[in-house]
């Protein structure tokens, strides 16, 4: 489905990513761990084509991406939910749905969608009405995500969901990532939160500046002593 092949990225005098390998399956969730600075996001932001990539190749369904426009990559079926939420403060909850669709012609799977989101998220759809700004942090991610899910994606990327939340509301973000997996969607997830991200993960990637050091099922990388040690906080 997403294959990444010898993905390069330069910030300026900063290599960050170096030759960079990934895979990411159809109906599979997959999760990439590492610090701040590894170079998760930038791997993000190349696949959507917001940074664009010095060397390597981005594959979806076989054909390559590496270059693109980010309007023809999230038509593509490939949608990124940024770090940090970026939902529109003065427009209402409603309001940036419709603006997660824009791209779609289809009128009555948009309407469908939109349901589906406020099944989901039943506080958005209490607050369907009210300006974005005036949420809590928990429900604008919840916003972020839905916005996201409007422009019906088959490939949905997140990073950081959970970062600034509550470990309550944080749980509640990682069940929902859990329920749009299972309703078909495919899940390409960066959290700081490694235990929760390896633990709902089918498949799993360590990435220390730039360079994929450690991959294996999420179960597996849980329990590795070095990733234990490095990322979840326990010695061995």
């Not at 693109?68 to 749905?97: H, M, S, W």
């Not at 939340?165 to 997830?189: H, Q, W």
């Amino acid at each position: 489905m997403l294959k990444l092949e010898g993905l390069s990225v330069f910030y300026g005098g900063i290599h960050a990513l170096r030759g960079i390998g990934l895979e990411v399956a159809d109906g599979k969730i997959v999760t990439l761990i590492g610090a701040n600075g590894a170079g998760k996001s930038t791997m993000l932001n190349s696949i959507a084509g917001l940074v664009k990539p010095s060397g390597g190749s981005i594959f979806w369904d076989g054909a390559d991406i590496s270059g693109k426009e980010t309007k023809d990559i999230v038509q593509a079926g490939l949608v990124l939910v940024p770090e940090g939420r970026r939902v529109f403060p003065n427009l209402t909850v409603e309001e940036n749905l419709r603006l997660g669709a824009y791209s779609r012609l289809d009128k009555a799977g948009v309407k469908n969608d939109r349901e589906r989101c406020y099944t989901l998220f039943p506080r958005l759809k209490e607050r369907r009405r009210q300006a974005a700004g005036t949420l809590s942090g928990g429900e604008q991610q919840m916003l972020a995500v839905a916005r996201g899910l409007m422009a019906n994606p088959r490939l949905l990327m997140l990073d950081e969901p959970s970062l600034g939340l509550a470990p309550l509301v944080s749980k509640m973000i990682f069940d929902i990532v859990r329920e749009i997996n299972k309703n078909g969607t495919t899940i390409l997830l960066i959290e700081q939160n490694a235990h929760a991200a390896l633990d709902i993960a089918d498949y799993a990637y360590v990435l220390e500046t730039g360079i994929i050091t450690m991959q294996d099922t999420g179960k597996a990388l849980l329990n590795d002593d070095r990733v234990r040690k490095a990322y979840l906080g326990e010695s061995q």
